[in-house]
């Protein structure tokens, strides 16, 4: 038997975070990781241009979305489901609480890769008193990948149950 537990858990994210961005203060705050990695990222490269600082937060970023995305799906495949049997079919059991977690662990990686991918394709890293602006504008954008990730984990999932 197929769930669709990660989807289902991830579009409840996607409907939170867009519900999230009516209250204006979210947005703002969902950015603040990725200006951690700015403020590293400015030690290690030339501040001029201040692009420089924007691309290697970019790159800082990709490298903790994909790295985190390989490890949760290589775990989801080995350790994150076991199979049980009812009445002769198949069963998941894959932690509720487990797909929160790797929910709110991209919630801190998304959303500012997003709004950096967001300040330098579109503003070219420009920086001016309504920037802060741009993280609403982009929280919409960045709340639709819950329900892919959600999706990805699912077919890695089922792929184990098919297999298992």
């Given at each position: 038997?197929?769930?669709?537990?990660g989807?289902?858990?991830g579009?409840?994210?996607?409907?939170?975070?867009?519900?999230?961005?009516?209250?204006?203060?979210?947005?703002?705050?969902s950015?603040?990781?990725?200006?951690l990695?700015e403020?590293?990222a400015?030690g290690?490269?030339?501040n001029?241009p201040?692009?420089?600082v924007?691309?290697?937060t970019i790159?800082?970023?990709i490298?903790?979305f994909?790295?985190?995305l390989?490890?949760v799906l290589?775990?989801?495949?080995?350790?994150?489901?076991?199979?049980g049997?009812?009445?002769g079919?198949k069963i998941?059991?894959?932690?509720?609480?487990?797909?929160?977690?790797?929910m709110?662990?991209f919630?801190?990686i998304?959303h500012p890769?997003?709004f950096?991918?967001?300040?330098g394709i579109?503003?070219?890293f420009?920086?001016?008193?309504q920037l802060?602006?741009e993280?609403?504008?982009?929280?919409?954008?960045s709340?639709l990948?819950?329900?892919?990730i959600g999706?990805m984990?699912?077919?890695?999932?089922?792929?184990?149950?098919?297999?298992?």
């Amino acid at each position: 038997m197929v769930n669709y537990l990660g989807t289902k858990i991830g579009a409840c994210f996607t409907a939170g975070s867009l519900l999230l961005t009516l209250t204006l203060v979210v947005p703002v705050f969902s950015i603040l990781p990725g200006s951690l990695l700015e403020a590293v990222a400015q030690g290690l490269v030339n501040n001029d241009p201040y692009s420089n600082v924007g691309k290697l937060t970019i790159l800082f970023l990709i490298i903790m979305f994909a790295t985190t995305l390989i490890i949760v799906l290589v775990r989801v495949r080995k350790t994150g489901i076991r199979i049980g049997r009812v009445w002769g079919k198949k069963i998941i059991y894959m932690s509720k609480i487990k797909i929160v977690l790797i929910m709110l662990l991209f919630y801190f990686i998304v959303h500012p890769l997003v709004f950096y991918l967001y300040w330098g394709i579109q503003l070219d890293f420009r920086s001016d008193g309504q920037l802060i602006m741009e993280a609403i504008r982009t929280f919409p954008i960045s709340s639709l990948s819950f329900i892919f990730i959600g999706i990805m984990i699912d077919i890695v999932k089922n792929r184990g149950i098919e297999n298992g």
